[in-house]
Protein backbone atom coordinates (compact mmCIF):
# COMPACT_ATOMS: atom_id res chain seq x y z
CA UNK A 1 0.00 0.00 0.00
CA UNK A 2 1.89 3.13 -1.23
CA UNK A 3 0.84 6.09 0.87
CA UNK A 4 2.44 8.30 -1.02
CA UNK A 5 3.22 8.11 -5.02
CA UNK A 6 5.38 9.98 -7.24
CA UNK A 7 3.89 8.23 -10.94
CA UNK A 8 6.35 10.20 -12.98
CA UNK A 9 9.87 8.22 -12.21
CA UNK A 10 11.55 10.67 -14.63
CA UNK A 11 11.75 14.05 -15.58
CA UNK A 12 13.59 15.60 -18.47
CA UNK A 13 13.90 19.79 -18.73
CA UNK A 14 16.22 22.25 -20.30
CA UNK A 15 17.77 24.15 -18.76
CA UNK A 16 16.51 27.70 -17.75
CA UNK A 17 13.12 26.32 -17.78
CA UNK A 18 10.36 24.96 -14.96
CA UNK A 19 10.56 21.87 -13.04
CA UNK A 20 7.47 20.53 -11.81
CA UNK A 21 7.42 17.49 -9.65
CA UNK A 22 4.15 16.12 -8.54
CA UNK A 23 3.23 13.85 -5.35
CA UNK A 24 0.03 12.32 -4.01
CA UNK A 25 -0.65 11.25 -0.96
CA UNK A 26 -3.49 8.66 0.85
CA UNK A 27 -3.24 9.53 4.36
CA UNK A 28 -5.44 12.56 5.41
CA UNK A 29 -3.05 11.82 8.81
CA UNK A 30 -0.38 13.60 6.97
CA UNK A 31 0.49 16.95 8.10
CA UNK A 32 3.78 17.78 7.77
CA UNK A 33 5.09 17.40 3.90
CA UNK A 34 9.26 17.61 2.87
CA UNK A 35 11.47 16.92 -0.16
CA UNK A 36 14.34 15.20 -0.17
CA UNK A 37 17.09 15.65 -3.34
CA UNK A 38 19.76 12.64 -3.89
CA UNK A 39 22.86 12.33 -6.29
CA UNK A 40 23.86 9.14 -6.84
CA UNK A 41 26.67 7.13 -3.99
CA UNK A 42 25.43 10.08 -2.01
CA UNK A 43 22.67 10.38 1.07
CA UNK A 44 19.54 11.96 0.39
CA UNK A 45 19.66 15.41 1.58
CA UNK A 46 16.51 17.38 2.62
CA UNK A 47 15.12 20.02 0.30
CA UNK A 48 12.36 22.11 1.65
CA UNK A 49 9.26 21.37 3.62
CA UNK A 50 5.88 22.29 4.39
CA UNK A 51 3.17 22.05 7.10
CA UNK A 52 -0.42 21.38 6.61
CA UNK A 53 -1.27 24.66 7.71
CA UNK A 54 -0.12 26.29 4.91
CA UNK A 55 -0.80 26.11 0.92
CA UNK A 56 3.27 27.20 -0.30
CA UNK A 57 6.35 27.71 0.63
CA UNK A 58 9.13 29.33 -1.19
CA UNK A 59 12.68 28.88 -0.41
CA UNK A 60 15.23 30.52 -3.41
CA UNK A 61 14.38 28.92 -6.59
CA UNK A 62 12.24 26.15 -4.87
CA UNK A 63 8.33 26.20 -4.19
CA UNK A 64 6.47 23.64 -2.56
CA UNK A 65 2.88 23.77 -3.06
CA UNK A 66 0.06 21.63 -1.48
CA UNK A 67 -3.46 20.91 -2.34
CA UNK A 68 -4.86 19.16 0.67
CA UNK A 69 -8.22 18.90 -0.59
CA UNK A 70 -6.78 16.79 -3.41
CA UNK A 71 -4.38 15.28 -1.37
CA UNK A 72 -1.80 16.48 -3.43
CA UNK A 73 2.04 17.75 -3.47
CA UNK A 74 4.06 19.60 -6.15
CA UNK A 75 7.81 20.85 -6.19
CA UNK A 76 8.80 23.58 -8.76
CA UNK A 77 11.67 24.56 -9.88
CA UNK A 78 12.54 27.60 -11.09
CA UNK A 79 14.87 28.49 -13.29
CA UNK A 80 15.92 24.59 -12.99
CA UNK A 81 20.34 24.08 -13.60
CA UNK A 82 21.98 21.29 -14.20
CA UNK A 83 23.23 20.61 -11.08
CA UNK A 84 19.45 19.81 -10.26
CA UNK A 85 19.68 16.45 -11.51
CA UNK A 86 19.17 14.11 -9.28
CA UNK A 87 16.16 12.15 -7.52
CA UNK A 88 13.89 13.52 -6.05
CA UNK A 89 11.85 11.87 -2.61
CA UNK A 90 8.31 13.30 -2.26
CA UNK A 91 8.11 12.74 1.80
CA UNK A 92 5.03 12.79 4.45
CA UNK A 93 4.57 12.47 8.19
CA UNK A 94 2.12 12.88 10.34
CA UNK A 95 1.88 14.47 14.11
CA UNK A 96 4.20 12.76 16.68
CA UNK A 97 5.51 11.14 13.59
CA UNK A 98 7.94 14.13 12.72
CA UNK A 99 9.58 13.74 15.84
CA UNK A 100 11.02 9.86 15.42
CA UNK A 101 11.66 10.09 11.36
CA UNK A 102 9.06 7.93 10.78
CA UNK A 103 8.54 9.20 7.48
CA UNK A 104 6.88 7.87 4.13
CA UNK A 105 8.62 8.20 1.64
CA UNK A 106 7.54 7.84 -2.34
CA UNK A 107 9.32 6.29 -5.04
CA UNK A 108 11.42 9.21 -6.29
CA UNK A 109 11.07 11.31 -9.72
CA UNK A 110 14.42 11.80 -11.35
CA UNK A 111 14.87 14.93 -12.81
CA UNK A 112 17.47 15.50 -15.78
CA UNK A 113 18.25 19.12 -16.52
CA UNK A 114 19.85 19.27 -20.18
CA UNK A 115 22.09 22.08 -20.92
CA UNK B 1 32.46 18.07 10.31
CA UNK B 2 32.04 14.41 9.26
CA UNK B 3 28.06 14.62 9.72
CA UNK B 4 27.25 10.75 9.07
CA UNK B 5 29.20 8.07 8.24
CA UNK B 6 28.31 4.00 7.52
CA UNK B 7 30.93 1.34 7.22
CA UNK B 8 31.12 -0.82 5.02
CA UNK B 9 30.27 1.34 2.09
CA UNK B 10 29.91 -2.02 0.16
CA UNK B 11 29.93 -5.59 1.19
CA UNK B 12 29.01 -9.11 -0.07
CA UNK B 13 27.09 -12.41 1.75
CA UNK B 14 26.08 -15.72 1.30
CA UNK B 15 23.71 -16.52 2.45
CA UNK B 16 23.23 -17.83 6.36
CA UNK B 17 26.32 -15.12 7.04
CA UNK B 18 26.11 -12.64 9.50
CA UNK B 19 26.73 -8.65 9.70
CA UNK B 20 27.04 -5.44 10.99
CA UNK B 21 27.10 -2.09 9.88
CA UNK B 22 27.98 0.41 11.83
CA UNK B 23 26.48 3.90 11.82
CA UNK B 24 28.47 7.18 13.94
CA UNK B 25 27.24 10.46 13.70
CA UNK B 26 29.52 13.52 15.72
CA UNK B 27 26.44 15.88 15.64
CA UNK B 28 25.18 14.96 19.23
CA UNK B 29 21.77 14.18 17.40
CA UNK B 30 19.98 12.50 19.89
CA UNK B 31 17.90 10.33 16.84
CA UNK B 32 19.06 8.05 14.53
CA UNK B 33 17.48 5.64 12.01
CA UNK B 34 18.07 3.01 9.76
CA UNK B 35 16.63 2.72 6.33
CA UNK B 36 16.11 0.40 3.65
CA UNK B 37 16.07 1.72 -0.35
CA UNK B 38 14.63 -0.87 -2.54
CA UNK B 39 14.38 0.02 -6.51
CA UNK B 40 10.82 1.56 -7.23
CA UNK B 41 10.12 1.72 -3.04
CA UNK B 42 11.25 5.09 -1.94
CA UNK B 43 13.37 4.15 1.63
CA UNK B 44 11.77 2.20 4.26
CA UNK B 45 12.25 2.30 8.04
CA UNK B 46 13.92 -0.50 9.83
CA UNK B 47 14.57 0.64 13.37
CA UNK B 48 15.30 3.59 15.24
CA UNK B 49 16.42 4.76 18.27
CA UNK B 50 15.56 8.21 20.44
CA UNK B 51 18.32 7.98 22.11
CA UNK B 52 21.46 6.15 24.08
CA UNK B 53 20.05 2.68 25.01
CA UNK B 54 17.02 2.73 23.03
CA UNK B 55 15.82 1.05 20.00
CA UNK B 56 12.53 0.65 18.43
CA UNK B 57 11.00 -1.47 15.86
CA UNK B 58 10.26 0.78 12.05
CA UNK B 59 8.24 -0.54 9.08
CA UNK B 60 10.09 -3.40 8.12
CA UNK B 61 12.32 -4.17 11.01
CA UNK B 62 12.38 -8.57 10.76
CA UNK B 63 15.99 -10.10 10.23
CA UNK B 64 17.48 -7.27 11.67
CA UNK B 65 18.42 -6.20 15.14
CA UNK B 66 20.27 -3.10 16.57
CA UNK B 67 21.95 -1.50 19.43
CA UNK B 68 22.74 1.87 20.67
CA UNK B 69 24.81 1.77 23.50
CA UNK B 70 26.67 4.79 22.59
CA UNK B 71 24.78 7.74 21.41
CA UNK B 72 27.22 8.61 18.57
CA UNK B 73 26.73 5.38 16.80
CA UNK B 74 24.10 2.84 16.00
CA UNK B 75 24.62 -0.92 15.25
CA UNK B 76 22.13 -2.63 12.47
CA UNK B 77 22.83 -6.49 12.61
CA UNK B 78 22.05 -9.20 10.26
CA UNK B 79 22.11 -12.38 11.86
CA UNK B 80 21.30 -14.46 9.07
CA UNK B 81 21.66 -13.17 5.64
CA UNK B 82 18.92 -13.78 2.91
CA UNK B 83 18.54 -12.30 -0.44
CA UNK B 84 15.67 -10.52 0.04
CA UNK B 85 17.83 -8.46 2.02
CA UNK B 86 20.06 -7.30 -0.56
CA UNK B 87 19.40 -3.93 -0.65
CA UNK B 88 21.01 -0.29 -0.30
CA UNK B 89 21.39 0.62 3.46
CA UNK B 90 21.00 4.14 4.96
CA UNK B 91 21.77 5.21 8.11
CA UNK B 92 20.15 9.12 9.45
CA UNK B 93 20.32 11.48 12.30
CA UNK B 94 18.28 14.23 14.18
CA UNK B 95 18.00 16.47 16.51
CA UNK B 96 15.66 15.68 19.22
CA UNK B 97 11.82 17.33 18.49
CA UNK B 98 13.09 17.60 14.50
CA UNK B 99 11.12 18.71 11.58
CA UNK B 100 11.82 15.66 9.92
CA UNK B 101 15.05 16.70 8.40
CA UNK B 102 17.18 14.00 8.92
CA UNK B 103 21.07 14.12 8.33
CA UNK B 104 21.49 10.97 6.16
CA UNK B 105 25.03 8.94 5.50
CA UNK B 106 26.36 8.35 2.02
CA UNK B 107 24.78 4.60 2.17
CA UNK B 108 26.10 1.30 2.62
CA UNK B 109 25.30 -1.48 -0.52
CA UNK B 110 24.62 -5.07 0.68
CA UNK B 111 24.41 -8.27 -1.92
CA UNK B 112 23.47 -11.42 -0.54
CA UNK B 113 24.21 -14.22 -2.66
Known amino acids: DQQVKQNSPSLSVQEGRISILNCDYTNSMFDYFLWYKKYPAEGPTFLIS?????DKNEDGRFTVFLNKSAKHLSLHIVPSQPGDSAVYFC??????????????FGQGTILTVHP | NAGVTQTPKFRVLKTGQSMTLLCAQD?????MYWYRQDPGMGLRLIHY???????AKGEVPDGYNVSRLKKQNFLLGLESAAPSQTSVYFC????????????FGEGSRLTVL
Open chain 2, 49 to 55: SVGEGTT
Open chain 2, 92 to 103: ASSYFRDTGELF
Open chain 2, 27 to 31: MNHEY
Open chain 1, 91 to 104: VSASAGGTSYGKLT
Open chain 1, 50 to 54: ISSIK
